[in-house]
């Protein structure tokens, strides 16, 4: 099993919708989440950091954590066609990271 | 966020030279610096881990005689690909963890390396 498992997608999503990216990870030991958003040809660009059950909001963006079940998400509302990038799921500080989840949101 | 510098972002070089990138923590000081290396269509791979002062922790298959990295200071940390070849082309990101209350990582601009 990967660490960090995430579904590559693409996801796609219209303009103004929900857009719900998920990530699975397989260290129990682990405290430290973070999402990242990585447009094509750029670093990473980090959106969220979690590290406590619960969810997490940011302006557009929810982070949702469940450690039970070694589970963490990222809800982007009211997406926008500039939210179109790779997300990465993170965790802890060594930071490994998920493949990464392609959203596209159409206008 | 903090702001970490890449120097360069691009550099195309002759196989067998070397090439030296630069990572620096502008407005923080970093306890550890991270270095990842990205292909095409691919996620990060962590390289090596660099704390201030101590020798690198290098991940397994990374060689850390070809990946030099010499972290000199709190905020600046120096990957150098020796002997570099065309395999050696990659996005090569460098990130520092700002420590202290809030405990984030942050990434450089990323450096492009082409060696022909």
């Known amino acids: 099993q990967k660490e960090v498992e995430q579904n590559s997608g693409p996801l796609s999503v219209p303009e103004g919708a929900i857009a719900s990216l998920n990530c699975t990870y397989s260290?129990?030991?682990?405290?430290?989440f973070f999402w990242y958003r990585q447009y094509s040809g750029k670093s990473p660009e980090l959106i969220m950091s979690?590290?406590?059950?619960g969810d997490k909001e940011d302006g557009r963006f929810t982070a949702q954590l469940n450690k039970a079940s070694q589970y963490v998400s990222l809800l982007i509302r009211d997406s926008q066609p500039s939210d179109s990038a790779t997300y990465l799921c993170?965790?802890?500080?060594?930071?490994?990271f998920g493949a990464g989840t392609r959203l596209f949101v159409k206008a | 966020g903090a702001v970490v510098s890449q120097h360069p972002s691009r550099v195309i070089c002759k196989s067998g030279t070397s090439v030296k990138i630069e990572c620096r923590s502008l407005d923080f000081q970093a306890t550890t610096m991270f270095w990842y290396r990205q292909f095409p269509k691919q996620s990060l791979m962590l390289m090596a881990t660099?704390?201030?002062?101590?020798?690198?922790?290098?991940e397994q298959g990374v060689e850390k005689d070809k990946f030099l990295i010499n972290h000199a200071s709190l905020t600046l940390s120096t990957l150098t690909v020796t002997s570099a070849h065309p395999e050696d082309s990659s996005f090569y990101i460098c990130?520092?963890?700002?420590?202290?209350?809030?405990?984030?990582?942050?990434f450089g601009p990323g450096t492009r390396l082409t060696v022909l």
């Open positions: 979690i590290y406590s059950n």
């Open positions: 990130s520092a963890r700002s420590g202290g209350r809030r405990d984030e990582q942050f």
């Open positions: 260290d129990r030991g682990s405290q430290s």
């Open positions: 993170a965790v802890s500080f060594k930071t490994i």
């Open positions: 660099s704390n201030e002062g101590s020798k690198a922790t290098y």
